[in-house]
């Protein structure tokens, strides 16, 4: 097996994000927590009640060889409203807001390319956070893989994304 990368991506609730993001070949695991913010160890009613600072976040750890960043940040960008401040879907609230969180530095030139390519397609500024991680705390084990194990669960994501995502590389070999 390659060398697995990894990178923290928010896109409103982290329920249908890491769900989207695993339906895309060449993620091997994830994880959903909060990223970002002030308090140790949030429990999930801390950081929707209190002003903790965390984003719901999925750490994604992915396949460079079978994923390339720049494929990953273009599949995330069709999974959000980039242009919407703190609200995705039906959720609102600072937790909800949008965010590439980095660990290696030399990621950044690549994200900063794909959200210089994106912004072309929009009107409104580009309102996704860009940062270099750093905290993270899983969420809670009811959390993990929450559209797996609750297939009709709340999801904020447009179904037919998650058919896209399975497609989006399916020809690249593991």
């Known amino acids: 097996m390659n060398q697995l990368a990894e990178l923290y991506l928010a896109g409103g609730c982290f329920w249908g994000m890491e769900h989207f993001l695993k339906q895309i070949n060449g993620v091997e695991k994830t994880d959903v927590g909060y990223a970002n913010g002030r308090t140790p160890n949030p429990t999930y009613r801390q950081v929707c009640d209190d002003d903790t600072g965390y984003a719901e976040t999925v750490h994604v750890f992915y396949d460079p060889q079978v994923l390339p960043l720049s494929l990953l940040l273009e599949l ?85 994304l998650f058919e896209m995502a399975r497609r989006a590389n399916a020809s690249s070999k593991k």
Do not use: W
């Not at 609230?93 to 959200?115: F, H, K, M, S, W």
């Open 76 to 160: 995330y960008f069709k999974a959000i409203d980039p242009t919407s401040m703190e609200r995705q879907g039906g959720d609102c609230g600072n937790q909800y807001r949008t965010g590439i969180y980095y660990v290696c530095a030399e990621d950044l030139p690549v994200i900063e390319t794909v959200i210089t390519a994106v912004a072309k397609q929009y009107t409104e500024p580009i309102v996704v956070e860009v940062m270099k991680l750093q905290n993270f705390y899983l969420a809670e084990e009811f959390h993990q893989d929450y559209l797996i194990n609750n297939p009709t669960g709340y999801c904020h994501i447009d179904p037919q």
